[in-house]
Every structure is written in structure tokens, then in C-alpha cells.
């Protein structure tokens, strides 16, 4: 038996071929192939060494639903503080006899203040948040969300129109209609978030999720 011979069988004996292969490389043997050398080369290199290193898992994005509901605890504080200032203003009216003193004009203030805040508390309850997720290299992690009032953004980029260049207002109608497509996407139920993820060089991660 010569060495051709003993290395098919070494490679069945290891597990590196099949019997079915074994067979026709001692077939292709027999039938004096030259190719068999070749082929027993292919088959004797070894499997490639699996990929070592750390699991990195992507950390799940912020629970979006449980977000919006914060709307409701600007909008609580917010309207006590409007009965509030309404009580403490109808009470100095009635004192004053009907008369605009100085503190009336400052409850009177306050007043509208809180109707303002009250109105936009309410109005954010459909507004999508902007969360942004940091983590340093040294472990240490910053997580800011906020909503996003694209409703006054697209009100303030109509505004801006009317005073800026004709180059500048292109570049506002493209961030125009980015809003309006984004403000309609996000609102339909289940939608997936808009996410940017940067990873710079020193091994921070920035992930900014929009929804």
C-alpha cells in the first residue's frame, strides 16, 4: 500500500472526507489519475480558524410608547397650576372690587403662562421624542430624550422663508419636507424610529433614535 493510499485512509480514519469520497479517491488511484494529488491536498487543509473576540449585542432602542406618556405629567402640573392661578386671580378681582391692581396684573401673567404651557403639553402628546444614547469608551453613559415639536419647527421654517436667499430657501423646502414626511411616517401606528448611529475612532458610540 503505498503512501497515496495510507494518506485516504488517515483522512476517512480522521474525518476529513467521507466514505463515499475515500472510495473515489482510491478509485481515481487505481485508474492512475493524476488530478488524485491535488484533490487530496484540497481535502487535507484544514477548516479555517473561527472568528474569536467579544459578542457584541446592539442595545435595544428606548421604549418608545412608555416616552409619550410622559406628556401627561407636564400637562397635570401644568393645569393645577392654571386652576391655581385662576382661583388666586378671580380672589383678587373680587377684592379689588373690580379694580386692575398691580398683583392682578401679575397673577394675570401667570395666568396666561400656564395656559401657554397647558396647551403645549397637551399638543405634545402626538409629538415624536429625539432620544440620544452615549456611551464613552470608559463605560461611563448619558441618555437624553426630549420631544420634538415638528409642528413649530415646520411653522418656524415657513417664517424663515420669507427673509433668507433663494439658495437657502431650497435647502429650507428639502428640511421642510423632510419634517412633514418624517411627522407623517412616525405617527402611524407601530411605526419602526428613524436611528443614527455613530461610532468615532476613540471608541464612543452615539445612537440617536427618533419616534
Known amino acids: ?3 497515496t493510499r495510507l494518506r485516504v485512509l488517515q483522512m476517512l480514519q480522521d474525518g476529513t472526507i467521507t466514505a463515499v469520497e475515500a472510495q473515489e479517491l482510491l478509485d481515481a488511484l487505481d485508474a492512475g489519475e493524476t488530478a488524485v494529488p491535488e484533490l487530496l491536498t484540497a481535502k487535507a487543509e484544514p477548516d479555517p480558524e473561527p472568528l474569536t473576540g467579544d459578542i457584541i449585542t446592539p442595545e435595544p432602542p428606548p421604549d418608545m410608547a412608555r416616552f409619550r406618556r410622559f406628556w401627561q405629567i407636564p400637562f397635570f402640573i401644568s ?6 392661578s385662576g ?3 378671580r380672589s383678587l378681582y373680587q377684592r379689588s372690587d373690580g379694580a386692575i391692581t398691580l398683583g392682578f396684573v401679575c397673577v394675570w401673567s401667570i395666568f396666561i403662562f400656564t395656559v401657554l404651557l397647558t396647551a403645549l403639553a397637551l399638543f405634545s402628546r402626538q409629538s415624536p421624542w429625539v432620544h440620544v444614547r452615549v456611551k464613552e469608551q470608559h ?5 437624553i430624550s426630549l420631544p420634538i415639536p415638528m409642528g413649530l419647527a415646520q411653522w418656524g421654517i415657513n417664517i424663515a422663508r420669507g427673509f433668507v436667499s433663494d439658495s437657502t430657501q ?3 423646502n428639502m428640511a421642510a419636507e423632510f419634517l412633514a414626511e418624517a411627522r407623517h411616517n412616525l405617527g402611524q401606528p407601530g411605526a419602526d424610529p428613524l436611528i ?3 461610532d468615532d475612532d476613540d471608541g464612543d458610540q452615539v445612537r440617536v433614535y427618533i419616534g
Open 1 to 3: 500500500m503505498n503512501e
Open 79 to 84: 393645569l393645577a397650576f392654571l386652576l391655581g
Open 87 to 89: 382661583l388666586w386671580l
Open 139 to 143: 463605560g461611563r453613559r448619558i441618555a
Open 170 to 172: 431650497a435647502s429650507l
Open 196 to 198: 443614527v448611529s455613530v
